[in-house]
């Protein structure tokens, strides 16, 4: 069967679905096997651990020291395949040594998000050389911090972990006692937040960044796509308004025994932790409850498309958002920045927040149901931090049953595919219907 015959055949979806299926399936294989682990560690917990890394959670069951070094660096390639995505670097492997067919870039295109095929190349090494570039120099800022306190091999292993896990928003540190004992750590904690930064904004959008900064140079015009307007300004927006609003709220708590220029460091810090990657430089017990909303509120809308994070996408927030306007406005079409946006994507846009929304509420209610002992918001905070991938947890992951374990497995992998593109994957393939409208009528609305 040719490449272009496999494109039309198998949804792009589907393909996504499998292939986090088939990471997951090995990864967990790996994980089982005696030399993988120092402590006995049970089968679910296993799969457990092989899904939230192949979906950059970065919740566990158990501690990540029941691993062995083996152990820790299957998770480490886990986590780094599920940061860039299995498919994206499959297809970057066989570009490489053969020329891809129509099929094979048009499917690439699909699953990328990128409408210009013929870029898909470029844009493949784009991804591989920035993330490496990225990973590298962060694994060497960090390795001079660690380099006195641990072995040479260790301390660079350390820091490799860490330096992947903050650019593919995993959250996972080996860090002895985390995150929190390196609060002080200036160093630590900027190469941190850059990291996870520059992993959070989209491969296109630096893509994009660079064509602007060359053009700059030559002394050219250069006009950034819609895509990229919205997830800079969009970020810029949606940082702002999470530091300022974290600040108010912990400014006489956790951050009433920093200085000035600590505290506008940490607020910066968890401003950018909370979209996706979920690292904390003190226990989440210690935040005022607004602050816990807040969190799962940034988390839920996330990172841009086509970055190592998750969520429904800042990108999908703003097009709900205009869609809003429109209506308040009393607007046929859905515009921004200058440009009308397809009724297709409006569509998908409501349906992607709809349905995300709907499967954190099933997921909680199902939670309330198989848990107990835990209070209403400790198990609303699990299941949006499972399906947005932000990792944090108010301490009850450990004390999950089997079938709560399985309802958050679920949420990690719907929530890194997307709930809409769940849907589509799993729908049938049915006849081309023609396409007819019924009699238009009008409704009461509220």
């Avoid at 989209?202 to 895509?227: C, D, M, N, P, V």
Wanted: a positive charge; one cysteine or more; glycine letters at 10%.
């Amino acid at each position: 069967m040719g490449t272009k015959r496999i494109a039309s055949v198998i949804p792009p979806e589907q393909i996504l679905l499998w292939s986090i299926i088939l990471a997951i399936g090995v990864g967990a294989l790996l994980l089982s096997l005696p030399i993988a682990q120092v402590k006995a560690v049970s089968l679910l917990d296993v799969v457990f651990t092989a899904t939230s890394a192949t979906t950059v959670n970065g919740m566990f069951t158990i501690p990540i020291d029941n691993f062995s070094l083996f152990g820790k660096a299957v998770i480490l390639f886990l986590v780094q395949i599920g940061g860039l995505g299995l498919i994206t670097m499959t297809f970057l492997f066989l570009s490489m040594f053969m020329n891809l067919g129509l099929g094979s870039q048009l499917m690439a295109g699909k699953i990328l998000e990128i409408e210009n095929w013929k870029q898909i190349k470029q844009v493949l090494l784009l991804i591989i050389i920035v993330t490496l570039a990225c990973e590298f120099l962060g694994t060497l800022c960090i390795f001079g911090v660690l380099a006195s306190h641990y072995t040479v091999g260790m301390a660079w292993f350390i820091a490799l972990f860490h330096s992947v896990s903050s650019f593919c928003s995993a959250g996972i540190t080996l860090l002895e006692g985390g995150m929190s004992n390196y609060a002080t750590n200036y160093v630590i904690v900027i190469v941190t937040m850059i990291l996870m930064f520059v992993g959070e904004l989209g491969f296109i959008t630096w893509q994009e960044i660079g064509s602007w900064i060359k053009a700059k140079q030559e002394r050219k015009q250069y006009r950034f796509s819609l895509h990229s307007k919205i997830v800079l300004y969009g970020s810029t927006v949606l940082l702002a308004c999470t530091g300022i609003i974290f600040w108010i709220l912990e400014h006489t708590n956790i951050l009433a025994n920093e200085s000035a220029g600590a505290s506008i460091l940490s607020t910066f810090f968890y401003a950018i932790s909370f979209r996706s990657t979920g690292f904390l430089l003190t226990g989440i017990g210690s935040f005022h409850l607004a602050t816990i909303m807040l969190i799962m509120f940034i988390s839920f809308v996330g990172s841009a498309p086509g970055s190592t994070g998750s969520g429904i996408k800042i990108t999908t927030f703003a097009v709900f958002l205009a869609a809003i306007r429109a209506a308040i406005l009393g607007k046929t079409t859905v515009y921004l920045k200058g440009r009308t946006i397809p009724l297709s994507q409006v569509f998908r846009a409501i349906s992607i927040i709809s349905l995300g929304l709907g499967w954190v509420i099933l997921s909680t209610f199902c939670l309330l149901i198989t848990e107990q002992g835990f209070t209403f918001i400790q198990i609303l905070f699990e299941a949006m931090s499972a399906f947005s991938s932000l990792g944090m947890s108010t301490g009850i992951t450990a004390s999950l049953s089997s079938l709560g374990k399985l309802f958050i497995m679920s949420s990690m992998i719907i929530g890194r595919i997307g709930s809409f593109s769940l849907i589509l994957a799993l729908k049938l393939r049915k006849k081309k219907e023609v396409e007819f409208s019924y009699p238009e009528e009008r409704v009461m609305l509220g």
